[in-house]
């Protein structure tokens, strides 16, 4: 899972990724980990924001992630 953090009203913002064996909460391998960070914008020095990821498998089977911005 993607996920987004920012800051309201600046472009200071970034993308992680959370990663869980399974989707079944009663399984033992039940256990969301977070990987980190895999983008992310920086106030005063870029003029995109890091917000809103989408994975997206094109029809060759490659990963494309997706973001907004403002």
Request: charged share 20%; aromatic share 12%; hydrophobic share 30%.
């Amino acid at each position: 899972m993607y996920y987004s953090c920012s800051t309201f009203g600046k472009n200071g913002s970034a993308i992680g990724l959370m990663t869980n064996r399974t989707l079944n909460p009663e399984s033992p391998d039940y256990k969301w980990e977070d990987q980190g960070m895999v983008v992310r914008s920086i106030q005063r020095k870029t003029n995109w924001n890091a917000i809103d990821p989408n994975l997206i498998v094109d029809e060759k089977g490659n990963p494309w992630l997706t973001w907004g911005s403002f």
